[in-house]
Structures are given as C-alpha cells and as structure tokens.
C-alpha cells in the first residue's frame, strides 16, 4: 500500500543540538515531497520542497531536507536547534494531486 | 504571498445546529481548494477536494450530506458542517492551490459542539 512513514512520533532535542527527522514513502515513482510545520492550534507552514533536481533542498528557518531515491526517505534536518523550533513536523508527498500526510513527529526543545 | 484565511478560528454551536467555515485565498486565485480534519495528536485526514465551479469530490467515508463544501468563486471556499454532533468537534484546515501540487494552508478553525 502507498504510504508517508515518520518513524519517530516524538523527539527531544536540546537547544543548540541537531536534528534531524525522518520520513520514508512508498510509491511506485517519485511524488513531489514536502515538509510542513505546525504550531499547536495553527494551520500548517511549508519548510521546503522537492521536485526534482538538487537531492539537497534548502529551506526556511535554517531546514534543509536530503532526497534518497535509493532509500526512498526524505529527511530533514537542522543544524542547530532553536526553542522555537518546538512543534509538530509533518512529511507529505504528492503521488497524484493529493497531499499523502506522515502521522508526523513532535519535536521538544529543552534548554 | 499565498496568503490562505480561515474564518472563524473558533466556533462553538449546540448540538443539532448548522456552522459554515470560510476559506479564502487572499493574494492568488486558487483553482484547487481542500478540506482537512485533524484530531487532537493526530495527522491531517483529507476530506474532499472542491474546484471552483464543481461540485466537491469527497474521499472514503465522508458524509457529503453532512459536510457541505461550496467553491463559488476561485478565492473562496466554504465548509458547512450540517446538524452538528459532538462527535464533530475536530480543528478544521483548510488549503489552496493554484496548481494541486502545492498547497497553502488556512489557519485552521477548531469546532466545539456541544
């Protein structure tokens, strides 16, 4: 079945650290992927995106994001963690035109 | 820019009562407008596509006598939920696109029936 895995329901992170949040699908060709960010009782805010081209995808607040055809996963990834980063972090692929969400991952900040 | 609202964030009505949720695209003309629902801890379901000027696809199990979606104009979108239940308490996100492979997101409105 098609499917958006994120393994990790819910990760602590200290400020200043990495991060890094995995996402894997299951598709029989490349969808459109992306990661979202949500705030608790907000909408959703796109991090970045990847269509094709450059496997590295730079985005917003410091994200990147690394396509593995081979390994079909599309991680992100933050270098250094602020306490604003605090939230939940969706992966999502578009297999036809519909967005196919991950359960997504809550990520806490400690100081 | 792409700028998606939502009104109202937040809306309380009684049990057997009709509310309407507005959807807009404030600064793009959105060919494509979806409906989500997303329960406490829980990803965003999908609940139908609407395109300006057609009637709503609904996905699986989604009653479409019960959940309204009207898309009159390529700005504005609009959810109805229909003799509301408990049970439909939920946060309610809409998005737009205008070209269904990104979409922009509402802020949501969370729904409270009592």
């Known amino acids: 079945a098609q499917s958006v895995t994120q393994p990790d329901i819910h990760i602590t992170v200290s400020e200043g650290a990495s991060l890094e949040l995995r996402c894997n699908y299951s598709y029989g060709a490349t969808p459109y992927l992306f990661w979202y960010v949500q705030s608790p009782g907000q909408g959703l805010q796109l991090l970045l995106k990847?269509?094709?081209?450059?496997?590295l995808v730079q985005g917003i607040k410091g994200f990147e994001a690394e396509f593995k055809r081979s390994q079909s996963s599309f991680n992100l990834r933050k270098p250094s963690v602020h306490w604003s980063d605090a939230a939940e972090y969706f992966c999502?692929?578009?297999?036809?035109?519909?967005?196919?969400f991950g359960a997504g991952t809550t990520v806490t900040v400690r100081a | 820019g792409a700028v998606v609202s939502q009104h109202p964030s937040r809306v309380i009505c009684k049990s057997g009562t009709s509310v309407k949720i507005e959807c807009r695209s404030l600064d793009f003309q959105a060919t494509t407008m979806f409906w989500y629902r997303q329960f406490p801890k829980q990803s965003l379901m999908l609940m139908a596509t609407?395109?300006?000027?057609?009637?709503?696809?609904?996905e699986q199990g989604v009653e479409k006598d019960k959940f309204l979606i009207n898309h009159a104009s390529l700005t504005l979108s609009t959810l109805t939920v229909t003799s509301a239940h408990p049970e439909d308490s939920s946060f309610y996100i809409c998005?737009?696109?205008?070209?269904?492979?990104?979409?922009?997101f509402g802020p949501g409105t969370r729904l409270t029936v009592t």
């Open positions: 998005s737009a696109s205008e070209d269904t492979y990104e979409q922009y």
């Open positions: 609407s395109n300006e000027g057609s009637k709503a696809t609904y």
């Open positions: 999502a692929v578009v297999p036809d035109y519909k967005l196919s």
């Open positions: 990847y269509f094709s081209g450059d496997t």
